[in-house]
């Protein structure tokens, strides 16, 4: 069974920076799309960045220009480095394959607290 784990969150100050890794055991990664997806108290879970296989990349439109969603397929490890964080990018970051039919189950994922 395909085991994600999240890590690099923290609490940082508004304008502050953090990037997050993610690993995937074994080589799923490799072979799918792959997306970080942050969920805030209250909220759903939401879509944030993606990357493909041949590394072509989408974002939500409030994180655009200041994160960056980067993937090493030898190391089955996708990145989030995020600039500029807001108090509203507070939240539970996961990663995860962008298909919802073959995605594995969630990570326990990695908590990001901006302090205003």
């Known amino acids: 069974q395909v085991q994600l784990v999240e890590s690099g969150g923290g609490l940082v100050q508004t304008g502050g920076s953090l990037r997050l890794s993610c690993v995937a055991s074994g080589s799923i990664f490799s072979r799918n799309a792959v997306g970080w997806y942050r969920q805030a108290p209250g909220k759903q879970r939401e879509f944030v960045a993606g990357i493909t296989i041949g590394g072509i990349t989408n974002y939500v439109d409030s994180v655009k220009g200041r994160f960056t969603i980067s993937r090493d397929n030898a190391k089955n490890t996708v990145y989030l480095q995020m600039n500029s964080l807001q108090p509203e990018d507070s939240a539970v970051y996961y990663c995860?394959?962008?298909?919802?039919?073959?995605?594995?189950?969630w990570g326990q994922g990695t908590q990001v607290t901006v302090s205003s």
């Open positions: 995860n394959v962008v298909h919802p039919l073959i995605r594995p189950d």
